[in-house]
């Protein structure tokens, strides 16, 4: 380790390296660390990596020939059903030939494989040198996007965000923020209190004003001003099964970049981002010579730049007044100053989508089980006669539990891909260095054997008084992963989703007046529009 990483853990605070133990001697067994323990027969019993299942690459076509239409084994199947067919048919260990693309894959299924990869320690997220934002950070100047020193960092705020205390010092701000969120969401209503088009960017503005606020301490201004009133003249137009090229924007795209806030460009450029898929591996966006590539480019330098903009207005404002609860990590990360720059545009750029389409998700599974949605309307209506009566504000395990489950049954993305530096050893195969690791938590998490009732709706499960067969505590604890095992909002996800809950509970009533909509998992898994909300007075 550097020295400067050094310096960093020695700023922050000092912390073990975090260890997963195992449950079987051979599993630790065949980790890179423990290699050379291992008893020769066990040594001898590991099978090569082209021994496990897989799709057989064809000439030419490669294994896109699975999902051509009619013809193809997974035409009917996209996102997580491809892989949920994957796992059907060939098991828990699924392997990809390097036919497929420039490397090979491996789909895990299992979480004690899962496990086995994260013990490994031998493994990191893969880096795509020809994508935008690769080839938008080599050009910015030092951006230290890998290396022991970022490393030291993430292994420090994810530290941080698990600190009970620290936690809460956000339940003000983050209150404040759903009362806001909450207030423009009834804005929004029209005919028979449904809401109109502009409900996705009215979560995407509270999700950048949450996360901005865990990062900086500061409100961005992402609520601010008047909701927007569609009319004949602004509206998008209807899209039909021959308008696929019509992209779903929202309306500050229809204004110039002038007359925008520097939070409504950042909300701006967060939905370009997450609907073009820039971070997505692609053809559109890999090929230099696509406009895409080079709009995304742009997109990516605006959102450096304003990320950039409210770092400085946040340190200025750590330095010039009195701390408030909301600035704790910010002032804990001080040393660094700017340092944090690059890794702060990080967490807004991979974490403002999926929280925005977590709670949309939520949204929807509370939508259609009124009787849940009651329970927890009466659990935040009695939270809040409490609190007026001057009792400390009790907890919330239902709302809480809600978001849990919202969180396993829609997670943000179909699994972590990870890239071993070493071979490796998992499920008794051998995996040689350069393999990209798929663990498909989106499939644990709604998987029978694990959860039981698993394609239901049932927040109990993580209740004390909850059905003991369905218990989430009976599940494998890699079983339902939403953001992965490292990610450093895994702790906090479910305190912004429950603010947002309660807020809502408290005056309104949601239903959903429409057909069951379809999953698209593009970068992550997102409800496709149209949304047919309606928002009810709570009576």
């Not at 959860?451 to 989430?472: D, I, S, T, Y």
């Amino acid at each position: 380790m550097s020295k400067s990483s050094f310096l960093i853990r020695q700023s922050l605070f000092h912390r073990q390296r975090r260890h997963i133990t195992g449950s079987s001697s051979q599993q630790t067994s065949t980790s890179p660390q423990r290699s050379n323990m291992a008893a020769p027969r066990l040594v001898e019993s590991v099978r090569p990596f082209n021994e496990i299942p897989g799709p057989i690459a064809l000439p030419m076509l490669r294994h896109s020939a699975h999902v051509l239409p009619r013809i193809g084994s997974y035409h009917h199947t996209v996102g997580l059903g491809l892989l949920e067919g994957l796992q059907d048919k060939y098991g828990d260990l699924v392997r990809l030939a390097k036919a497929s693309r420039t490397r090979p894959v491996l789909y895990v299924f299992d979480p004690e494989m899962m496990r086995e990869v994260y013990e490994s320690y031998a493994t990191e997220p893969p880096r795509f040198e020809k994508s935008p934002l690769c080839q938008h950070r080599k050009g910015v100047g030092h951006c230290p996007v890998h290396g022991d020193e970022t490393k030291a960092i993430w292994a420090a705020i994810r530290a941080l965000l698990q600190d009970g205390n620290l936690l809460r010092s956000y339940d003000k701000v983050f209150d404040d923020i759903a009362a806001d969120a909450t207030r423009r969401l009834g804005d929004l209503r029209h005919a028979e209190n449904a809401l109109n088009e502009e409900m996705e960017t009215e979560i995407y503005r509270w999700a950048i004003e949450t996360i901005g606020v865990m990062i900086f301490g500061i409100r961005f201004g992402c609520l601010d001003g008047a909701v927007h009133i569609p009319t004949p003249d602004n509206q998008k137009p209807e899209k039909t099964s021959l308008d696929d090229e019509i992209h779903d924007l929202c309306s500050l795209s229809k204004r110039s970049l002038e007359e925008l806030t520097p939070a409504e460009r950042l909300v701006r450029c967060s939905r370009e981002i997450a609907d073009g898929s820039y971070q997505v591996r692609s053809e559109a966006t890999l090929n230099r010579e696509n406009p895409t590539f080079n709009s995304a480019l742009k997109t990516f330098d605006r959102h450096f730049s304003l990320t950039e903009h409210f770092l400085i207005q946040a340190l200025h404002s750590l330095s010039s007044c009195e701390l408030r609860p909301e600035q704790v990590l910010l002032d804990k990360l001080r040393p660094l100053q700017r340092r944090i720059l690059p890794l702060a545009a990080d967490i807004l750029l991979a974490g403002v989508d999926p929280l925005a389409q977590t709670a949309i998700h939520m949204f929807y599974q509370l939508s259609l089980h009124a009787a849940r949605q009651q329970r927890a309307h009466d659990e935040v209506h009695w939270s809040i006669a409490s609190r007026d009566a001057g009792a400390d504000t009790p907890e919330l395990p239902y709302v809480a539990a809600c978001a849990r489950e919202a969180m396993r049954l829609h997670p943000a993305t179909g699994g972590v891909v990870r890239r071993n530096r070493e071979a490796i050893v998992v499920g008794g195969y051998e995996i040689p260095a350069g393999v990209d690791i798929v663990l498909a938590h989106g499939v644990t998490s709604k998987s029978e054997k694990q959860w039981g009732r698993a394609n239901a709706f049932v927040p109990e499960r993580w209740c004390n008084e909850g059905w003991e067969p369905l218990r989430a505590s009976r599940a494998h604890p890699l079983a339902s992963m939403p953001f992965g095992e490292a990610c450093p909002g895994t702790g906090i996800v479910g305190k912004m989703l429950a603010a947002l809950t309660t807020r809502v509970l408290d005056k309104y009533r949601l239903e959903w007046h429409g057909p069951t909509p379809n999953v698209a998992t593009v970068g992550v898994n997102r409800l496709h529009p149209p949304y047919y909300f309606v928002l009810q007075n709570a009576a």
